[in-house]
Nanobody, 116 residues
Framework: QVQLVESGGGLVQAGGSLRLSCAAS????????MGWYRQAPGSQREMAAVITGGRSTNYADSVKGRFTISGDRAKKSVYLQMNSLKPEDTAVYYCRFVTNDGLGTWGRGTQVTVSS
């Protein structure tokens, strides 16, 4: 059974920073993509940032220049450095791993709240 556990969420003032971490446990191999998604109240879950093949990154326009994703496939871990946070970044943040076979696994999420 593969489990992803996120950490690092919390309450921060606008302009502040947070660093999210996600680690996988269990038998997961050949990780192709690791990513961070977020879901605000009343909204659909959306992609914030993904890293593919350990190198290629993609960001939502709303976070470009402020968020940085990094990952270590050998350590089965992915991180999201979030700077210059805005109230509209408030959401539950989920990590997701996708293997080369296309199997995706979600974490349970961590709450990020940005106060104005």
């Amino acid at each position: 059974q593969v489990q992803l556990v996120e950490s690092g969420g919390g309450l921060v003032q606008a302009g502040g920073s947070l660093r999210l971490s996600c680690a996988a446990s269990g038998n997961i191999f050949s990780i192709n993509q690791m990513g961070w998604y977020r879901q605000a109240p009343g909204s659909q879950r959306e992609m914030a940032a993904v890293i593919t093949g350990g190198r290629s990154t993609n960001y939502a326009d709303s976070v470009k220049g402020r968020f940085t994703i990094s990952g270590d496939r050998a350590k089965k871990s992915v991180y999201l450095q979030m700077n210059s946070l805005k109230p509209e970044d408030t959401a539950v943040y989920y990590c997701r791993f996708v293997t080369n076979d296309g199997l995706g696994t979600w974490g349970r999420g961590t709450q990020v709240t940005v106060s104005s």
